[in-house]
């Protein structure tokens, strides 16, 4: 019975500790810089088949081919200086170390060179993008997160404390202590 116990109690901790990693390495928008496509909660790398390089988001590092091995860099070498990001066709390639399987992607993707048809994160006016320190609404994103929470707007655990009722959006504690104030009325 008690081998039984401990048997269930890790199987309990081990899926606890799974679906916590699971959810943290689920979305990482706010790491997607501003010149990547609208659509992915979640980038590893993106492939630019316009000049065959890679970007590794986690990382925020290029690899590119040069003197017959793959090299990181933080920046894209002076042979791309004119390249423009944002008006380039991004596949996302949410696999480990896909440069290493260069070829298998440039003969998948060389049907997306010269596209021009993705919305980058930057020109994107959902909200969900803000969360990008990089995004030009983020500012005032960050503004707005931070009146949500002042004014008890919190995101489903607001307790209602005094009268106020703590519904709403953004990311507060939902402890509204105005009185008579009823923020179900708020439309953010």
Do not use: C
């Not at 993705?118 to 020109?123: E, K, P, S, T």
């Not at 008890?152 to 008579?180: A, P």
């Amino acid at each position: 019975m008690r081998y039984l116990l401990v048997l269930i109690v890790g199987v309990l901790l081990s899926s606890t500790l799974n679906a916590q990693l699971s959810i943290s390495l689920a979305f990482n928008v706010d790491r997607q810089p501003v010149w990547g496509p609208t659509g992915y909660d979640h980038v590893e790398y993106y492939y630019l088949p316009d000049i065959d390089v890679y970007y590794n988001v986690p990382q925020q590092r290029y690899f590119y081919y040069s003197g017959g091995r793959w090299i990181s860099g933080a920046s894209l070498p002076s042979r791309y200086r004119g390249f423009d990001m944002y008006n380039s066709y991004k596949v996302v390639v949410n696999k480990r170390t896909p440069y290493r399987n260069a070829a298998k992607y440039r003969a998948q993707y060389a049907s997306f060179k010269g596209r021009h048809d993705q919305q980058a994160i930057r020109d994107s006016r959902d909200t969900k993008y803000f969360v990008n320190k990089n995004h030009p609404e983020h500012n005032n994103w960050v503004k707005q997160q931070a009146q949500n929470k002042g004014n008890g707007n919190g995101n489903g655990n607001g307790n209602g404390r005094g009268n106020g009722n703590g519904n709403g959006r953004g990311n507060g504690n939902g402890n509204n202590k105005d009185k008579g104030r009823d923020n179900k009325s708020d439309k953010n």
